[in-house]
């Protein structure tokens, strides 16, 4: 896993994206669909149809990175509003790469007893 820096900001990219764009692709479509710049240091996620894959950019201050993840199995979990974008935080970013619901995550383990 790439580490992000602590105050990164994080956007999905809320509907279906067509996952053969590069990085200038996904640029272009921050700046027109979402309205930010992709240039400011913040992380934009992207699902395709399938929901199986999911590209991420990032400009960190000296150049454009592009990082993308496939599932084996499963789908990741994805929000459904109309806006055109939701923040979620870095640890949220980590469930979902896991694969795991990032909006409800739950503790498989819990103590019974202290000591």
């Known amino acids: 896993m790439i580490a992000f820096p602590a105050s990164v900001r994080v956007w999905i990219a809320v509907g279906r994206t067509d996952m053969r764009r590069g990085m200038d692709g996904l640029a272009l479509q921050v700046q027109q669909a979402l309205g930010r710049d992709p240039h400011a240091g913040d992380?934009?996620?992207?699902?395709?149809?399938?929901?199986?894959?999911v590209k991420i950019l990032w400009h960190d201050g000296i150049g454009m990175s592009l990082y993308a993840k496939?599932?084996?199995?499963?789908?990741?979990?994805?929000?459904?509003?109309?806006?055109?974008?939701?923040?979620?935080?870095?640890?949220?970013l980590a469930y979902m790469l896991d694969g795991i619901d990032w909006r409800n995550p739950r503790y498989t383990f819990r103590p019974t007893a202290a000591g």
């Open 43 to 53: 992380l934009y996620v992207f699902r395709g149809t399938r929901g199986d894959l």
């Open 70 to 92: 496939r599932l084996e199995s499963g789908r990741f979990c994805w929000p459904t509003p109309t806006d055109g974008a939701v923040e979620i935080s870095a640890a949220q």
